[in-house]
């Protein structure tokens, strides 16, 4: 196990008499892409929330590097290296892409984001800012508004935002919903190039970025773990055409 990063055991979320995730076992490997995929009300928002710890477990525990982080806060795993992106962009819209990553950088002068400080405080982060935007690939948009960039840039924005904090582990929530296609395969070969380095999990719906993006992959299914495997297995699976079916035609 000394090559899993992130883990759950018997991982369960009870609301009143719904139980929304359920005896959930989930083991995240280094350096991996980990899909966490499945129909509509399958859990995975919620087990997503528990493992960030935006929601607390009703019982279980959540591991990370052996060490056992389930009574921890999200900005407590933040400082472990567990960083995680949200459904909805998180910049901020009237400020530059470069000012966007330059307060995220500020993480590096203690736990004080200061975001009332001069423009000066700022400027020595410039460079390091500038490396990030580049590597997702805004540099041509560094003095553009968040605000009037596209969807898809404004993901990439985000993204560059979540590594300035350089974490070991990013969670990506739904990174290509509402994405047109052009928008979808810049973002997959984003999270293909910064993979290199990091260890990912992301829940997404777009079953052709799983397939192509995915090393191994989790189906949830009534709040419980249906099929694990690469693509080519549980795509495979029965029970999980099953479940995806019975979502199309119910």
Not at 3 to 16: E, P, Q
Request: proline share 2%; glycine share 6%; with cysteine.
């Amino acid at each position: 196990m000394n090559d899993v990063l992130l883990s759950a055991t018997n991982l369960t979320k009870s609301f009143g008499g719904f139980v929304a995730v359920d005896d959930v076992n989930l083991h995240v490997k280094r350096g991996q892409i980990h899909a966490l995929i499945g129909p509509n009300g399958a859990g995975k928002t919620t087990c997503f929330n528990l493992l960030t710890k935006f929601l607390t477990p009703t019982h279980g525990t959540i591991s990370y590097k052996g060490h056992d982080i389930t009574a921890m806060s999200p900005a407590d795993i933040a400082r472990l290296g567990i960083v995680r992106s949200f459904q909805i962009s998180a910049v901020f819209p009237h400020l530059t892409a470069l000012e966007n990553v330059c307060i995220a950088l500020q993480r590096q002068r203690g736990d004080s984001f200061d975001f009332w400080r001069s423009q000066k405080v700022l400027l020595q982060f410039n460079d390091e800012a500038c490396a990030l935007l580049e590597d997702v690939g805004l540099s041509e948009f560094r003095d553009v508004h968040a605000a009037d960039l596209s969807y898809g840039r404004k993901r990439a924005l985000e993204i560059a935002t979540t590594l300035a904090v350089d974490p070991d582990m990013l969670l990506l929530d739904e990174p290509m919903a509402g994405m047109a296609q052009a928008d979808v395969e810049r973002i997959s070969e984003l999270i293909r190039r910064i993979s290199v380095n990091r260890t990912i999990l992301m829940v997404e719906h777009n079953l052709s970025v799983v397939a192509t993006l995915s090393d191994t992959i989790s189906v949830l299914a009534r709040g419980k773990v249906l099929a694990e495997g690469d693509y080519a297995t549980v795509s495979q699976d029965a029970r999980v055409i099953e479940a995806y079916i019975g979502e199309d035609h119910g």
